[in-house]
C-alpha cells in the first residue's frame, strides 16, 4: 500500500481477490487523487471504505464491486459523490431496488451490471432517468415481463442480459422497441418461437444468444433465412 503512495497521478488500480481493508482503502483514497479507474471485486471492502473513496476520487469513472459486502447504505452515498461514473460492476451484491433509486444521479452511467443481485423490476423503472446506459447485466434476478416494459425507455441501450430469468415472449415483445440493441443474452429463459419472431423488429440486432429455451430449431432457421446477418447461438 505505501509504495502505491508514490504514485500520485496513477490513474487505474486493481485490487480484486487482494486482502485490502477499508483503512487501506481510506490510505489510498488520500494519496491517489489521480484514479479514474478502480477494481475491489472480491475485497472484504465495506460500505465505511466506499465512504472514503467517494469523498476523495470524485474524479472515479470506472468502479468494480463484483463480490463484495456493500449494501445499499454506501451505494446511495456512493450515488451522491461521482457525477463521472460511467461503469459500475455490482454483480453478486446485496444492493436492491433503494440503491437504483439514487443511481438517477449518475448521469453518466453507461455500463451497469446487475446480475446475482436482488433487484426487481420495481428498480428498472428508476434507471429510466440514466440517458447513456448501453450495458445491463440482470443474469439471475427477480426480473420479469413488467420490467421490460420499463427498459423499451432506454434509446442507446445496446447490450442486455437476461440469462436465467422468467421473461417470457410478452416481455420480448417490449424489447422490440429499443432501436439500438445489439447483442441479447436470454438463455435458460421461457422464450419461444413467437418471441424469436417479435426480435425481428429490432433494427441494430447482431448477436442473439438462446441456449436452453423453448425455441426451436425449425424458428431459427426461418430466422436466420430472414435475417442472415445475425448470429444466434443456442
Known sequence: ??????????????LSNTAVTDDGLRFLANKLPSLSSLDLGSTAITDNG???????LTSLSILDLINTAVTDDGLCYLANKLPYLSLLD??????????LRSFA????????????????DKGLHFLVMLPRLSTL????????????????????LSWLALNHTVVTDEGLRSLAKLPALSSLFL?????????????????ALSSLFLNSTNVTNEAVDAFKSHYPNVSIRR
Open 105 to 120: 444521479k449518475l448521469t453518466s452511467l453507461s455500463l451497469l451490471f446487475l446480475s446475482d443481485t436482488a433487484v426487481t
Open 187 to 203: 438463455n435458460s429463459t421461457n422464450v419461444t418461437d413467437e418471441g424469436l419472431r417479435s426480435l425481428a423488429k429490432l433494427p
Open 50 to 56: 466506499l465512504r472514503s473513496l467517494a469523498n476523495k
Open 1 to 14: 500500500m505505501h509504495s502505491l503512495a508514490t504514485l500520485p497521478f496513477l490513474s487505474a488500480l486493481n
Open 90 to 99: 455490482l454483480n453478486n451484491t446485496t444492493v436492491t431496488d433503494d440503491s
Open 137 to 156: 447485466l440482470l443474469d439471475r434476478t427477480k426480473i420479469t415481463d413488467e420490467g421490460l416494459r420499463s427498459l423499451a425507455k432506454f434509446p442507446v
